[in-house]
């Protein structure tokens, strides 16, 4: 399977602990998206890539957060200084055209 | 402000009969309409996607409407099956934009009752 992964799918840290999550798209895929969805929402937005040019950030994305995909393949996803409100499902997807293809998620708990 | 809605959290439906799920938006750059099923603890799986130049796509079971002067489209499920039991989400982009980030509803469970 040369779908989307991500890992890990779960982490449990403590509040103000920093957690890194990694995403390796498909891996013809240029475009590469990370999202975030609380329970009862939708995916919502936080960042886009194409090819390692990070070139939108949502206003969801606070400074304790931080994306990086050095040589336009796989992408990290570091929060620094965790909240109970981070908890929630990240989401990775990636694309070539119109559709996007996303990940398993990672699952955060903050305690 | 929410550009994509979906009204119904829950539609319950018999084996074989019709599903029908539906999707308002409010943002006219949106011209790339995308369905998503998900399972719990599971990323979204991509169903089916219109173009706004179009009003109808179908492929297999699924079949999406989209009515741009309503700001409306919807998802058919024919016949529906109790493996479609899930949450659907439906996505506006503006695909001529820069990033073709997805705008998400807030889904609608199906359940189908065998």
């Known amino acids: 399977d040369t779908g989307v992964s991500q890992d890990p799918r779960h982490k449990i840290t403590k509040r103000g602990q920093n957690v890194t999550f990694r995403c390796d798209p498909i891996?013809?895929?240029?475009?590469l998206y990370w999202y975030r969805q609380t329970l009862g929402q939708g995916p919502e937005f936080l960042t886009y890539?194409?090819?390692?040019?990070?070139?939108?950030k949502s206003r969801l994305l606070s400074d304790r957060f931080s994306a990086e995909r050095p040589k336009g393949s796989f992408s990290t996803l570091e929060i620094q200084r965790t909240e109970q409100g981070d908890s929630a499902m990240y989401l990775c997807?990636?694309?070539?055209?119109?559709?996007?293809?996303f990940g398993p998620g990672t699952r955060l708990t903050v305690t | 402000d929410q550009q994509v809605k979906q009204n119904s959290p829950s539609l319950s439906v018999q084996e074989g009969r019709i599903s029908i799920l539906n999707c308002d938006y409010t943002?006219?750059?949106?011209?790339?309409f995308l369905w998503y099923k998900k399972y719990p603890a599971e990323g979204p799986t991509f169903l089916i996607s219109?173009?706004?130049?179009?009003d109808k796509n179908e492929d297999g079971r699924f079949t999406v409407f989209l009515n741009k002067s309503a700001k409306h489209l919807s998802l058919h499920i024919v016949p529906s099956q109790p493996g479609d039991s899930a949450v659907y989400f439906c996505?506006?982009?503006?695909?001529?934009?820069?990033?073709?980030?997805?705008?998400f509803g807030t889904g609608t469970l199906l359940a189908v009752q065998p």
């Open positions: 997807a990636s694309s070539f055209s119109a559709g996007q293809y």
């Open positions: 891996s013809e895929h240029n475009r």
């Open positions: 890539f194409q090819n390692e040019a990070q070139l939108e």
């Open positions: 943002n006219s750059m949106f011209d790339y």
């Open positions: 219109i173009s706004s130049i179009k």
């Open positions: 996505a506006g982009t503006d695909y001529g934009g820069a990033t073709n980030k997805l705008i």
